[in-house]
């Protein structure tokens, strides 16, 4: 019997739409709802019989672990099954063994469907493919320092590449929440706290893992990283328009410009109202304003939480059905709540039609990944021979990302090094490889649970990284404390090395971890921006000897340094720069490499008087001073970082002095590196609405380039900015763009802007949409010699547009 008769669905010669509504009206009610559903094998992290000091601190859902343990894959799937989750993710494994599973737990769905509907493999990938002995690049946060949407896409394609090799239909990221409050632990996770910062580097990953077939994961939607006081899956409260002008748009701005194929609910609730049971967000503005066509998965146990944690469903059952009805499509990583789908419907309790609707999305999805293509089979789904998770290739991305992460904060008096010749190497975050990696890596992920078998990949220390940086120095290490706890027993070793050294580099900072087990990732909250432990101690007994101290901060937020930037003969931000960060912080530290990175989190003065993000309103920034005894202004600003040449931002030109409500205007500026060595420059675009109807950010990043110049030269970076991009949500919440003076301001930091100018709209107010521009193109011109050919390069993608004759 062929295809067109027994499994129309199957063709590829039918619309993908099509096909979906056949296999959809094929299958019964039972059918249907288990492709909302998902199971976990292998999943440990509270399991009792590890050591207690190894097992995961879970308690919210301990309850849900043990309802998950109790059914077999083979139970889960007797209908089929819409997911199978982290089958590499959970434990460690060879790759022949992953594979293996791979095609083992297909088979066994497989046997359970009449219809022959494989389930779709999902994985984590916020630092690479987490899984054994695959490559981690750094965490998010310092995608973020990199200013480099090109570099992200390469990065994300690689990741994907690997990830498609190995079976895996969807990767569980990017993070795109906009960091809000510094203590909260999974700052680590995202890429900074400016909205359009996130949304371009955050598109570019999609871009880049969907280019290898792997579907993105846009997450935590939405308001997640607003929690009060920075706690883990704590109550947000947040206004709508805050919503809407800075939380929303990254996610926006990842569908229209990179049609990401999936979303991930937030655990948090918002006024009052969880996100996983908000028509509004998941229907209204996601389907219907914007138009998303992919598939909406909740976070893990985010369903059964709306009764266990928020209270508004009486139990698991209602819970599901609360979250499909707001638009939920499948829940993760088990099928808790939505087990009680089929008894819902059939006491008429919840309309079929939303069972339908979600259950098409799933399966088209599945049609488009060609899971339901004629002849596909388990076996032929993963290329396992040759797959080399860790491959040359991969950590050459690693390197370069990490390199041009690491932020210069003050190249003191003896940055960059020249040829010391006897080092003292203290702190906990010299000599822990684990330190230099975020908490979605696999080694500080899974691993702590599985001490017998390592790190899984080739991680040098920032200690030996120095040792082969400076071969001829005598270089001697002491930790002098841990990363956390009180113990300082250790800071007289570290001070005598110190004080017989000819200067000294200290390595504090984070050590990555889950739920308590860290001192940044998710559940590993800060009270306060002081670094971890007893460090700031340690730090100022160091700073006592009297000899030069480079501080180098290695984390995952950033730490109030206000107390040693003066003190320290260097200070160095490196942001969790993954298993090539070692060598990174040790080039920078020696000028083998120039530092370009740029922050994409402020650095605070004080410990205190948090949140403080640079999108404040005049009353929340320095504008306030005198108003609050708490100081508000950062010891290193938004977008700031040094180098070991010097730039200048000049020549500001506007194309034209006003437009109307729908035109644009470009802004030039020439960037020129005066030093006399080549570098990197970030060239930073920013505009600040004078007059307007809300009390508004002073100055919103509107578009950045990232420049790499040879000493001497020079070009004009271009920004093409339409009028839509000064957009804001007015009094009635609707989102608009008014009439009036908008300044222009160009630089190399939110605080460093000497370029500036002013802009008029004229017109009437426009209403605007989804279909609003939410970009601003970049153009980079090197400036040649007289007579020579002019180039000029697209900012984000790297590409070289055209050219034409005559110098600058």
């Keep these: 019997m062929s295809i067109e008769t027994e499994r129309p669905w199957q063709d590829r010669t039918r619309p993908a739409a099509e096909r979906a509504d056949l296999l959809l009206a094929a299958m019964t009610l039972e059918e249907k709802i288990a492709q909302l559903g998902s199971r976990w094998i292998g999943n440990d992290m509270a399991d009792s019989a590890l050591p207690e000091d190894e097992t995961i601190n879970v308690a919210p859902m301990e309850d849900v672990f043990s309802a998950g343990d109790a059914r077999t894959l083979e139970d889960a799937s007797r209908e ?38 494989p389930a779709l493999v999902h994985e984590e990938c916020l630092t690479g493919f987490t899984t054994y002995g695959a490559t981690v690049y750094p965490a998010s946060i310092a995608w973020g320092a990199t200013f480099d949407p090109a570099l992200i896409e390469r990065m994300a394609a690689a990741i994907g590449r690997d990830m498609a090799a190995a079976g895996v239909h969807q990767g569980l990221s ?51 990283s607003a929690s009060r006081a920075g706690r883990n899956h704590g109550p947000v409260s947040m206004g709508r328009r805050e919503l809407l002008d800075i939380i929303l748009p990254t996610f926006e701005t990842a569908i229209a410009t990179a049609r990401a194929g999936s979303v991930m609910s937030s655990y948090s609730d918002i006024d009052g109202l969880p996100a996983s049971a908000d028509p509004w967000l998941f229907t209204d503005v996601l389907r219907d304003e914007w138009g998303f066509e992919g ?102 991305i690693a390197a370069e990302l990490a390199e041009k992460s690491i932020v210069l904060l003050d190249a003191g008096s003896v940055l960059p090094l020249a040829d010391p010749t006897k080092i003292a190497v203290v702190g906990p975050c010299a000599d822990d490889p684990r330190t230099l990696l975020g908490c979605y890596a696999f080694p500080n992920h899974v691993l702590p649970r599985y001490p017998q078998h390592g790190l899984g990949v080739g991680i040098g220390t920032p200690v030996d990284a120095l040792r082969n940086e400076f071969p001829a120095a005598e270089i001697r290490y002491a930790k002098g404390c841990e990363v956390l706890g009180d113990d300082r027993s250790a800071f007289a070793e570290a001070v005598a090395l110190t004080e017989d050294a000819e200067l000294c580099v200290a390595f504090v900072g984070d050590l990555s971890g889950l739920f308590g087990h860290g001192s940044s990732g998710e559940g590993c909250d800060a009270e306060d921006l002081r670094l971890p432990g007893v460090q700031a101690e340690l730090l100022d007994a160091l700073l006592g000897t009297g000899k030069p101290v480079v501080v180098v901060v290695v984390s995952g937020r950033p730490y109030a340094l206000g107390l040693f930037a003066d003190r320290a003969a260097g200070l160095v931000q490196a942001f969790l720069p993954g298993q090539e960060g070692a060598a990174a912080i040790a080039g920078v530290l020696s000028g083998r490499i120039v530092p370009s990175g740029k922050l994409p989190v402020q650095i605070p003065r004080h410990v205190g008087g948090q949140p403080g993000t640079y999108l404040q309103p005049a009353l929340g920034s320095v504008e306030s001073a005198g108003i609050s005894g708490l100081e508000t202004r950062p010891l290193y600003p938004f977008g700031y970082g040094a180098s070991y040449t010097d730039f200048t931002v000049a020549d500001l030109r506007l194309s034209v002095p006003e437009i109307g409500s729908d035109g644009e205007f470009t802004a030039t500026v020439r960037v020129t590196n005066t030093g006399d060595r080549g570098g990197d420059e970030v060239v930073q675009l920013y505009l600040h609405d004078v007059v307007a109807r809300v009390a508004r950010p002073l100055k919103l990043l509107t578009g950045f380039a990232r420049v790499s110049l040879a000493p001497g030269a020079g070009a004009d970076v271009t920004f093409r900015v339409h009028a839509d991009r000064t957009a804001y949500t007015g009094p009635d919440l609707r989102r608009i763009v008014e009439p009036g003076d908008v300044e222009v301001l160009a630089g190399t930091s939110s605080q460093d802007l000497p370029c500036r100018a002013m802009l008029r709209i004229t017109g009437d107010v ?41 110098g600058g």
């Design 766 to 806: 426009r209403v605007v949409g989804h279909d609003r521009v939410l970009t601003t193109p970049v153009t980079v011109e090197p400036v040649p010699p007289a007579g020579a050919v002019r180039e000029t390069i697209d900012a984000t993608t790297g590409e070289r547009i055209g050219e034409d004759g005559g």
């Design 80 to 117: 089929g099954l819409g997911h199978l989750t982290r089958v590499w993710g959970s434990y460690p494994q060879t790759v022949e063994e992953g594979a293996a599973e791979v095609v083992r737990q297909h088979e066994v769905v497989l046997k359970g469907s009449r219809l022959g509907v």
């Design 174 to 224: 990017p993070v795109l929440d906009v960091v809000r409050d510094y203590r909260w632990g999974r700052v680590e996770e995202t890429i900074g706290e400016d909205p359009y910062l996130v949304a371009l580097l955050g598109s570019a990953y999609v871009r880049g893992l969907q280019s290898a077939g792997v579907l993105a994961t846009l997450k935590h939607f939405a308001g997640y």
């Design 295 to 396: 598939t909406v998965v909740s976070d893990y146990w985010a369903v059964p939480f709306l009764a266990s944690m928020h209270r508004v469903a009486a139990n698991d059952d209602d819970a599901g059905a609360l979250a499909l009805t707001a638009g939920t499509d499948v829940e993760l990583p088990d099928t808790v709540g939505f087990a009680g789908l089929l008894d819902k419907v059939k006491s008429g309790d919840l309309p079929e039609e939303l069972v339908d609707r979600a259950a098409r999305r799933v399966l088209l999805q599945k049609i488009q990944l060609g899971l339901l293509d004629e002849g596909w089979t388990p076996a032929d789904s993963v290329q396992a021979d040759g797959l080399e998770l860790d491959s040359a290739a991969n950590r050459a």
